[in-house]
T-cell receptor
Framework: AQSVTQLDSHVSVSEGTPVLLRCNYS??????LFWYVQHPNKGLQLLLK??????LVKGINGFEAEFKKSETSFHLTKPSAHMSDAAEYFC??????????FGTGTKLQVIP | GAVVSQHPSWVICKSGTSVKIECRSL??????MFWYRQFPKQSLMLMAT?????????EQGVEKDKFLINHASLTLSTLTVTSAHPEDSSFYIC???????????????FGSGTQLSVL
């Protein structure tokens, strides 16, 4: 079975402080992992992806994520939050037979 | 368990035929659903917003006569790729918006996607 768990439905941080959005997955196949962001009234935008190369993946807008197989995690981080980072973030696993599973999303609030 | 069911997960069809993809919300009523397309090595692209009981809103560059969207009930939206051609081969995914909670708790749930291959 394949699944994705985003541990926090809402995360609130102050501007300039670090961001941590947590994601755990399960897959019986060597998966590819992705983080997407969705700003209000816009489509999904790919932040970064892991496809079995380097375990630390750098994405756009200063985000990065580390694939930890032993912990089955793929947490998203950013050293310093900006107001423009306020959005909803989705962790996604793509496993065997191209099956895609989305997490339930984490809404990030950035407080000025 | 899955709250949005998308069917089929795989479909292969001949050029010139039409293919229908279904997206169902299982645990909630979804007045709004979205359809995305993903080209290889690219991000998901929003194709259209489907509203129950009204015409879908298509994004710029998406042919509405090519990609027919019907949202006839609160739990079902369908995407029909008409007269499919090989260039329509892609990964299509739907999502449904659950507004049953508070406004700040709107949740977007995704189907598992449909890989369309047109021969």
């Amino acid at each position: 079975a394949q699944s994705v768990t985003q541990l926090d439905s809402h995360v609130s941080v102050s501007e300039g402080t670090p961001v941590l959005l947590r994601c755990n997955y399960s897959s019986s196949y060597s998966p590819s992992l992705f983080w997407y962001v969705q700003h209000p009234n816009k489509g999904l935008q790919l932040l970064l992806k892991y496809t079995s190369a380097a375990t630390l993946v750098k994405g756009i807008n200063g985000f990065e994520a580390e694939f930890k197989k032993s912990e089955t995690s793929f947490h998203l981080t950013k050293p310093s939050a900006h107001m423009s980072d306020a959005a909803e973030y989705f962790c996604v696993v793509k496993g065997g037979y191209q099956k895609v599973t989305f997490g339930t999303g984490t809404k990030l609030q950035v407080i000025p | 368990g899955a709250v949005v069911s998308q069917h089929p997960s795989w479909v292969i069809c001949k050029s010139g035929t039409s293919v229908k993809i279904e997206c169902r919300s299982l645990d909630f009523q979804a007045t709004t659903m979205f359809w995305y397309r993903q080209f290889p090595k690219q991000s998901l692209m929003l194709m259209a917003t489907s509203n129950e009981g009204s015409k879908a809103t298509y994004e710029q560059g998406v042919e509405k006569d090519k990609f027919l969207i019907n949202h006839a009930s609160l739990t079902l939206s369908t995407l029909t790729v008409t007269s499919a051609h090989p260039e329509d081969s892609s990964f299509y995914i739907c999502s449904a918006l659950d507004r049953s909670g508070a406004t700040t708790n709107e949740k977007l749930f995704f189907g598992s996607g449909t890989q369309l291959s047109v021969l």
